[in-house]
């Protein structure tokens, strides 16, 4: 009996079956089959139009390009070859590209599904960045960037939170260099895309708003810090900008030290929550999230409502570790799923097994776009 050689299949008819395709789930097993299928995906025409469900990128494993993707919404561990993130720091987003950072501070935009690669001014490029000529170990210079919209809108922007001192840089698909942002408010901890510009929480607090809607670049303090109770028993805490049906949210992350030794290994304790009230600027303290779940750590922070995705838990946090770079150690990741109903945190089926120095764990919307 002869078997059929499912790699010759020609391309149009390929096309028509990627074509019928209506999830990533779908699209994942299709290109697994092998390279010619994968291949297709390159095709504007076959990309997939309906809603993505999040998947967790997880950590790189040695000597091996192929980066597991695990989907709640099946519970599958899907294989994806991903050369051009081998050896980089990533941060993932909702747009489905990756923002990715090699050891020579050369920085791109990526798509791990499509393997689409648009790189992005090298750091060095921009002088009074005061950028480390190389980066002998993973001790981050970058804490984390976020993209305005898909790189296929032509005004996508990217800025990043750079420096111990958490400083502001922006710049666009196509631009020469970055453009240093004013930040004599104290150091950024988080920033997200919102309405038509980027918000960044600094240390103390307090939201800036810089608008890239307009010719020239508007910076306007956008909401005062809260009034906050001091909690003496929090050893660390990290703040968090998160839209939510429409609303901002600051949430806040409390860890704690677990080490017995002279090397901190952090792990989360609780989160706690405030919305914004748009009209007074005020924060007002919730104890829950309602129907929406979200997604922080490693990535632009973003929700899903419950009722477009019942594959995750409302009122819950799916969270990664986002500061393990800071020491050039291999550990597990401080990731999992926090319930503001119970106040419990339960881990990820999978991804605990991985050590890596850098490459942690990511939450993305996958896209084929």
Not at 17 to 34: H, M, P, Q, T
Not at 35 to 58: R, V
Request: proline letters at 6%.
């Amino acid at each position: 009996m002869v078997m059929a050689d499912w790699s010759k299949l020609p391309d149009d008819l390929l096309k028509v079956i990627a074509k019928r395709l209506n999830s990533a789930e779908d699209y994942a097993s299709f290109g697994a089959v092998c390279k010619s299928w994968y291949s297709i995906f390159g095709d504007k025409e076959c990309s997939c139009s309906g809603l993505k469900s999040p998947w967790l990128m997880l950590a790189e494993k040695k000597d091996s390009d192929i980066r597991q993707f695990y989907s709640p919404l099946t519970g599958k561990v899907y294989e994806i070859p991903v050369p051009e993130a081998a050896g980089k720091w990533s941060w993932g987003s909702p747009y489905g590209w990756l923002v990715t950072l090699s050891t020579h501070f050369d920085m791109s935009l990526l798509n791990p599904i499509t393997g689409i690669h648009i790189p992005l001014p090298s750091l060095h490029a921009c002088p009074h960045m005061n950028v480390p000529e190389k980066s002998q170990s993973y001790d981050i210079f970058i804490y984390k960037a976020v993209l305005s919209s898909s790189p296929s809108f032509p005004e996508c922007a990217v800025m990043i939170i750079y420096s111990d001192y958490g400083r502001l840089a922006l710049t666009k698909p196509g631009h020469r260099t970055w453009t240093l942002l004013e930040s004599g408010y104290g150091p950024v901890e988080d920033i997200i895309y919102f309405d038509g510009s980027f918000l960044a929480v600094n240390m103390s607090w307090e939201v800036w708003m810089y608008d890239v809607s307009g010719s020239e670049m508007k910076t306007i303090r956008f909401a005062p810090a809260p009034v906050v109770h001091e909690i003496y028993e929090i050893e660390y805490e990290a703040k968090y900008l998160v839209e939510a049906g429409g609303e901002i949210y600051m949430v806040i992350r409390n860890l704690y030290d677990t080490a017995r030794r002279d090397i901190p290994y952090m792990r989360t304790w609780t989160f706690s929550a405030m919305k914004l009230d748009m009209s007074s600027k005020r924060w007002e303290d919730v104890e829950d999230m309602e129907h929406s779940t979200l997604f922080l750590g490693n990535n632009h922070s973003f929700s899903t409502s419950a009722s477009d995705y019942p594959e995750f838990r409302r009122n819950t946090i799916y969270f990664t570790d986002d500061y393990c770079g800071f020491l050039d150690i291999p550990r597990n990741f401080d990731m999992g799923i926090y319930n503001f109903y119970d106040t419990q945190i339960q881990n990820y089926p999978v991804g605990h097994e991985a050590l890596s120095v850098f490459s942690a764990p990511l939450w993305i919307k996958p896209s084929f776009s």
